[in-house]
């Protein structure tokens, strides 16, 4: 991908586009892959970078949902264990099997979440990733090693599925990019176009250009609103008296390190002190806690894990976990958004749909809701639809089993697997320069060729492009990330041509981002005191 030819072609069309995607996270990105792969001609028009909302900060879960099974949602379980099959099948460099144990400590509790999750692994068909089974508390020791024992009776194993939300968000902007799409980030939506006057249908859109401030005039035949929790601020560009759809939904996480959990296994506490489930599960070396279920009542861009959350999910963490963590053991937190979708008065977010809203108002064609399993399907859906409103040629949907860009089983050395086919052509740059193949940070897994990489062919413009989601070093560890800024501005300055008061800028920038992803004991301390901008 390449940001420059992105706008080129933008700005030399002369004709119409197929469809216009507002959005570019999990949905946006599946749209513009299943449109540009039925042949239509597609434009993708991001705010800020690709995943940089919701889509990049899950809980890397690729599940059916056993909360959902609890609530009778058969319908949503099976369609997304049936998605979780094909992300495993189609992205296998970046999605993988993770088996789960759920400790229980009453009586008929593995009875109970035995059959349970009995009846989930069934519902996956031949999708199933392995047999549930029911294990003594001596086996359940021995497959959490570090897990409180008092009063454990047993446990219950089952299988799901782990991926990289942001990568995977990336293999399918350069999957959509390789099958023709044009992708922009950093091109904001201002304003819709219209046939004519107020109702009539809409027929493009004003977009600006936020590194240059160039603005565009777009035509499409069908424009597609696929922004998640800000999918109402679009529609109420088509129609400012739009009833909301979206309830906002802050879900946060603690990183921790390993030690806390080592081994292949991850926890899945069924019910917390809010009846949320809460998952402690091993992710890139590192220990995943989360999440949270707050309501919020605006969708801000930047959302901030609250301290209550951070308590909540320590809390809850230390009542399984034979160390219990502190607020100074937190190697970075984060939080996002979930576009749920609005039921009756009185419904909590725990209450609310997962499944997702999909209608055309004035030709404009919104979806919202769902989550990262059921991207795919919910892109087929979207497309049928648009491809209705256009009058387009009908194609049948090509992607159920459409290998994303990467692709690959081939065994790849840890660090560089995310980019799976492409990993040869990393290491190679790690060749061709010292810098490119020195690590930025001696507790990062990263080197200064994936920073050149993410440069040249993954529309990375800023550090914390680079660092928040074309690698997950924010995640991972926020203080050698915040250390670790000035060598990548360096790098990021050098491959897109920028100068030292950029450089500046980003590292400042991406500091006071960064410290955002710290408890607020770490955060007031994690600026290093002699912190210097390379010229």
Not at 216 to 243: K, L, Q
Not at 292 to 318: K, N, S, Y
Request: with cysteine; hydrophobic share 40%.
């Amino acid at each position: 991908m390449n940001r420059d030819e992105a706008i080129e072609r933008l700005s030399s069309r002369r004709t119409p586009w197929d469809m216009i995607v507002i959005g570019g996270g999990a949905t946006g990105l599946g749209i513009a892959l299943d449109a540009a792969t039925r042949g239509y001609a597609t434009l993708l028009l991001e705010r800020d970078d690709f995943a940089q909302a919701t889509s990049s900060r899950s809980t890397k879960l690729l599940h059916g949902g056993v909360r959902y099974l609890r609530q009778g949602n058969l319908k949503l379980v099976m369609g997304a264990l049936r998605e979780r099959g094909r992300v495993l099948a189609n992205a296998p460099h970046l999605a993988s099997e993770q088996p789960f144990i759920i400790p229980t400590y009453k009586r008929g509790e593995s009875l109970y979440y035995g059959f349970g999750l009995g009846v989930y692994e069934r519902l996956a068909g031949r999708a199933s990733l392995g047999r549930s089974q029911r294990l003594s508390a001596a086996e359940t020791r021995r497959e959490l090693p570090t897990l409180r024992t008092d009063g454990l009776r047993g446990g219950v194993l089952y299988h799901d599925g782990q991926f990289d939300d942001a990568r995977l968000a990336v293999s399918l902007a350069s999957s959509a990019w390789d099958h023709g799409a044009t992708l922009v980030n950093y091109c904001q939506v201002a304003g819709l176009l219209r046939a004519g006057g107020a109702g009539t249908p809409v027929t493009g859109v004003m977009a600006r250009d936020r590194e240059t401030g160039t603005e565009h005039e777009i035509r499409a035949r069908v424009v597609i609103n696929a922004t998640g929790v800000f999918c109402d601020s679009i529609r109420r560009m088509a129609d400012p008296g739009a009833a909301a759809w979206v309830a906002p939904s802050q879900g946060a996480h603690v990183v921790l390190d390993r030690r806390f959990l080592p081994g292949r296994n991850a926890i899945m506490v069924p019910k917390t002190d809010d009846g949320r489930v809460l998952f402690i599960i091993p992710w890139q070396d590192r220990l995943l806690v989360g999440t949270t279920d707050m309501p919020v009542e605006d969708a801000e861009a930047e959302p901030r894990a609250q301290p209550v959350e951070i308590d909540f999910l320590l809390e809850h963490a230390g009542r399984y976990l034979q160390t219990a963590p502190r607020p100074q053991d937190v190697l970075s937190v984060f939080a996002g958004l979930r576009p749920l979708v609005r039921g009756g008065s009185g419904q909590g977010t725990s209450a609310l749909s997962r499944d997702h809203l999909l209608r055309v108002e004035s030709g404009l064609v919104s979806i919202t809701g769902g989550k990262w399993t059921t991207y795919r399907e919910m892109a087929e859906q979207t497309i049928d639809a648009a491809a209705r409103v256009a009058q387009l040629p009908s194609h049948p949907c090509r992607t159920a089993d459409l290998a994303l860009h990467g692709a690959t089983t081939d065994a790849l050395p840890s660090p560089l697997r995310s980019y799976g086919s492409d990993a040869g052509a990393v290491q190679a740059l790690a060749q061709a320069r010292p810098e490119w193949a020195a690590h930025l940070h001696p507790r990062l897994p990263y080197i200064g060729a994936e920073v050149e990489w993410a440069a040249r062919h993954e529309m990375a413009r800023s550090v914390q492009d680079v660092l928040a989601r074309r690698t997950r070093a924010l995640l991972l560890d926020a203080r050698a990330s915040i250390e670790a800024a000035p060598g990548v501005a360096a790098l990021l300055a050098g491959a897109l041509g920028r100068d030292a008061a950029w450089k500046a800028r980003e590292v400042a920038a991406f500091t006071a981002f960064a410290r955002g992803h710290l408890p607020r004991e770490a955060a007031a301390v994690a600026v290093p005191q002699r912190q210097r901008v390379s010229t």
